[in-house]
Nanobody, 129 residues
Framework: QVQLVESGGGSVQAGGSLRLSCATS????????MGWFRQAPGKEREGIAT????????YYADSVKGRFTVSLDNSQKTLFLQMNSLEPADSGMYYC??????????????????????WGQGTHGTATS
């Protein structure tokens, strides 16, 4: 079993920054792909940033590219999401997800081949205008 716990959400003014953390525990040895998903009110959950631990390759959705940065502290097994220049459209629940032994063909592009198996409970982030 893998446990994921997000933290770092909050409310900031538009243009501000938040840094989300995702702490992992349990049987994490085989995790090789992790990512952040966002769900805005009334919308479907979307993947916004992914990190392939084997090579360090990352992927970003167009909506966050250039503003968000995903990183992994492998020693602490913690995934981060640095969010800068936040906009009201970035508001929503942010979820951390992880996959164990993700297929190399898609994982090396830092993409999930299917919905991740492991999810955190989420942390809420809001940017107000």
């Amino acid at each position: 079993q893998v446990q994921l716990v997000e933290s770092g959400g909050g409310s900031v003014q538009a243009g501000g920054s938040l840094r989300l953390s995702c702490a992992t525990s349990g049987n994490t040895r085989d995790i090789n792909l992790m990512g952040w998903f966002r769900q805005a009110p009334g919308k479907e959950r979307e993947g916004i940033a992914t990190f392939y631990a084997t090579t360090g390759k990352s992927y970003y959705a167009d909506s966050v590219k250039g503003r968000f940065t995903v990183s992994l502290d492998n020693s602490q097994k913690t995934l981060f999401l640095q969010m800068n220049s936040l906009e009201p459209a970035d508001s929503g629940m942010y979820y951390c997800a992880a996959e164990e032994r993700a297929p190399t063909m898609t994982a090396r592009q830092a993409r999930f081949a299917k919905p991740p198996r492991n999810w955190g409970q989420g942390t809420h982030g809001t940017a107000t205008s």
